[in-house]
């Protein structure tokens, strides 16, 4: 299983852009990276994935390097409601034991 | 949202007396996901299972067993409660593919007096 590490907490302010980093150095060349986020009181909730290029949704964009040891969750324009533990997390396919880090704490300031 | 339903959503239990939480998926994913949270910690893997009847243990395992006797139900038991199972417990599903995300259930609270 690919080992993640995510700085343990983060800071910004309310409608700035946020870059959440991740490093999976250890990634398989077809594990596909998800992120997801657990806001306070509530259940994770999956927010992106990508396995080469970057990609974006509705809720954030994901930019992961040319060789695929880490990536980045930009969340463009931060709200208060942005404030959460994100994850990030390989896998592969068939990939059954899904074990997440500690994740990054979003403090987002008004 | 993903149909799952998790039960209890609130529990207080003595300790040394069995529990079983429940969780019921209507998407016919195949992977299934018990996790516990303790506050102010991430989530840790207690067991999962792949298919009916094939389960495997996960970081955290000890005191606890599962069953999935059908593609829809994934049943956590713990055995003898202990102090130190009070938590939330959370319910996830997937499809096996590499790019299926996991969806969560809104999780159940459990106290262990």
């Known amino acids: 299983d690919a080992k993640t590490t995510q700085p343990n907490s983060m800071e910004s302010n309310e409608e700035e852009p946020v870059h959440l980093p991740c490093n999976h150095s250890t990634i398989s060349g077809t594990d596909y990276i998800h992120w997801y986020r657990q806001l306070p009181s509530q259940g994770p909730e999956y927010v992106i994935h990508?396995?080469?290029s970057n990609v974006n949704n509705r809720m954030a964009s994901l930019a992961i390097a040319e060789d695929r040891k880490s990536s980045t969750l930009i969340l463009h324009r931060a709200t208060l409601r942005d404030a959460a533990v994100y994850y990030c997390?390989?896998?592969?396919?068939?990939?059954?034991?899904?074990?997440f880090g500690q994740g990054t704490r979003l403090t987002i300031n008004p | 949202d993903a149909g799952i339903t998790q039960s209890p959503r609130h529990k207080v239990t003595e300790t040394g007396t069995p529990v079983t939480l429940r969780c019921h998926q209507t998407?016919?994913?195949?992977?299934m996901y018990w996790y516990r949270q303790d506050p102010g910690h991430g989530l840790r893997l207690i067991h999962y299972s792949y298919g009916v009847k094939d389960t495997d243990k996960g970081e955290v395992s000890d005191g606890y067993s599962v069953s999935r006797s059908k593609t829809e139900d994934f049943l956590l038991t713990l055995e003898s409660a202990t102090s130190s199972q009070t938590s939330v417990y959370f319910c996830a599903i997937s499809e096996s593919q590499a790019n299926s995300p996991l969806h969560f259930g809104n999780g159940t609270r459990l106290t262990v007096t």
């Open positions: 990508g396995l080469t």
């Open positions: 997390i390989p896998r592969g396919q068939g990939a059954q034991k899904l074990v």
């Open positions: 998407e016919n994913h195949r992977y």
